[in-house]
């Protein structure tokens, strides 16, 4: 008899205990039950290994879990002293799943030099380093994603340079060394709203000064109102996310199963026939 379930484990956690019996079997008394759990490609899994844990009574559990694939589980027993073995073969596809990472896209428009300027250049670098070391206490980073020039007619009036940006930013994965904070203020979440307020802020001021400047602008400002922010969410390389495939994890970045791939960071994992693992990130 033959038996296959899906399972979800979070990648480097602990799993769950996972039984080499049936809800059925649970109930009954076995004679001479004997357990034998193997694992990708067909080996042995043993307790002698760290990772492994396998109890008495077959239960597995995977420990810092981070290999997806097929495990099967057979268990051959008595229903009663007097009757032939019987033999049950369960089939676990193991997923290791992570959260999803979100990062803010931010898109804004800055009056501009010259669209041939070196100003723009250098205005862009500055800006990018101010607004890095604003968020760095966060531990949080601006990436610049296209900075571009362009002529813009304006109503009732003539054509002036704009600058059109486009930034995002993200949490980091590491702290910052030696930072001593509470366990929800050092929550990647937590750290990348904060960087996201400091930023808008930020921007709100820029709209002040201007206002109070009105006569003296300078060659380069920001455009008031330009200001727009869209909530981005990705998977690691390798992981996506498929709730029609995976419906008991639907909002989890599940491991790319052979067949498929992700080579960046978005949130699907792609077609490719000539991936043969799990987590791929090229085709």
Avoid at 111 to 137: G, T, W
């Amino acid at each position: 008899i033959f038996l296959s379930v899906k399972v979800y484990v979070k990648l480097y956690h602990d799993s769950p205990r996972i039984l080499c019996l049936t809800y059925h079997l649970q109930n009954l008394e076995l004679i001479d039950p004997t357990f034998q759990w193997n694992g990708p490609g067909g080996g042995g899994l043993s307790s002698k290994n760290s990772s492994v844990q396998i109890s008495p009574t077959g239960t597995l559990t995977l420990r810092r879990f981070n290999l997806s694939g097929l495990y099967t589980c057979s268990i051959v027993y008595k229903p009663t002293a007097m009757q032939p073995d019987k033999k049950l073969i369960i089939k676990y596809l193991i997923y290791a799943y992570s959260d999803p990472k979100n990062y803010y896209e931010f898109t804004a428009r800055y009056h501009a030099a010259p669209c041939n300027s070196s100003h723009n250049a250098f205005f862009e670098k500055s800006l990018l380093q101010i607004l890095s070391k604003l968020i760095a206490k966060h531990s949080c980073e601006v990436t610049v994603m296209k900075s571009k020039c362009h002529h813009v007619k304006i109503q009732r009036g003539g054509i002036e340079n704009e600058i059109f940006f486009i930034f995002s930013v993200a949490s980091l994965d590491r702290e910052i060394p030696n930072r001593l904070c509470q366990q929800s203020a050092c929550d990647a979440s937590h750290r990348l709203n904060k960087a996201k307020q400091l930023i808008e802020r930020f921007f709100k001021q820029q709209v002040e000064v201007s206002r109070k400047n009105s006569k003296l602008l300078p060659e380069i400002y920001y455009i008031e109102g330009t200001l727009q922010t869209v909530e981005v969410y990705r998977c690691s390389p390798g992981y996506g996310m498929n709730a029609l495939t995976h419906p008991d994890c639907p909002e989890c970045c599940v491991v790319c199963s052979p067949g498929s791939y992700n080579p960046s960071n978005g949130i699907h994992c792609l077609r490719c026939d000539s991936s043969l693992i799990y987590g791929a990130t090229k085709c």
